[in-house]
């Protein structure tokens, strides 16, 4: 699990390893700084999957599932990889692991509207959010929404299932956990979630698809990557 900080300037460097396609959707931000924070991130998905790999970062090639989750063109070496990453703000997290397909959100807590509560959480994930007022509600809300959009990254899904279609803990003073998944979301079994927030300032949640259950806190210790 690695953290990126964002907000540092993106350099020479760091815009020399990316692919044309990344060049050219980085300069089509129209703010500076999400062009920088776009750099930045992908500089940093591309020398940690290169460390892993052992290739160059500038030789790496992506290709995309279905839904656009993305995953390495060749994954035939010696050390296949999963990966996901995920950024808000000034904030990436990227986690990479060699067995188990993995999903990450991570959201800058910002003030949001209970509208988008109402549009797209479950009944009873509503119904739990209530309770709370000020920051615990923020807390609540990003709480579920990290847990819920990690869990579709996982299963690189994206917008196709209906988000009131399972529901996960809400209380941010709990583990983040699967509470139920209806037929129809077509979630498999298997997901775990985990609290990975690297700031209080942030929410982060990590679904891992680990049916053997073999995963420890080690696993989730976040480092802050020097870009
Ligand atoms: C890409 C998506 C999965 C998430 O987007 P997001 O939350 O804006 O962004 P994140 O920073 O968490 O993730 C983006 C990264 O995920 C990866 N990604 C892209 N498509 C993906 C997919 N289908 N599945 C998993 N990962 C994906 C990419 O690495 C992408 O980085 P990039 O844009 O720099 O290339 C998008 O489909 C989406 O908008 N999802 C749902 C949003 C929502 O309404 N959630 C409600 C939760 S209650």
Request: with cysteine.
């Amino acid at each position: 699990m690695y953290a990126i900080d964002l907000d540092a300037p993106a350099l020479d460097r760091h815009w020399a390893v990316l692919s044309a396609e990344e060049t050219a959707r980085a300069r089509r931000f129209v703010r500076p700084a999400d062009t920088a924070h776009f750099v930045r991130a992908h500089a940093a998905l591309r020398h940690v999957l290169a460390a892993w790999c052992e290739q160059a970062p500038e030789r790496l090639v992506f290709a995309a599932g279905a839904h656009g989750k993305p995953h390495l063109a060749d994954n035939t070496g010696s050390r296949p990889v999963r990966f996901n990453l995920s950024h808000s703000g000034g904030i990436a997290l990227l986690a990479l692991c060699e067995q188990y397909e993995l999903g990450i959100d991570v959201e800058v807590m910002r003030g949001v509207s209970p509208k988008i509560a109402e549009e797209y959480f479950a009944p009873r994930e509503r119904a739990a959010l209530a309770q709370y007022s000020g920051d615990e509600w923020l807390q609540a809300f990003f709480r579920c929404w990290t847990s819920k959009e990690a869990l579709l990254k996982g299963e690189g899904l994206g917008l196709n299932v209906p988000l009131d279609a399972f529901e996960v803990v809400v209380n941010p003073a709990q583990p983040p956990a699967i509470v139920s998944i209806a037929p129809q979301a077509a979630i498999q079994p298997g997901w775990r979630l985990f609290d990975v927030s690297p700031a209080a300032h942030a929410a982060g949640t990590l679904a891992v698809h680990d049916p053997r259950a073999s995963l420890t806190v080690e696993h989730l210790q976040c480092r802050w990557l020097q870009l």
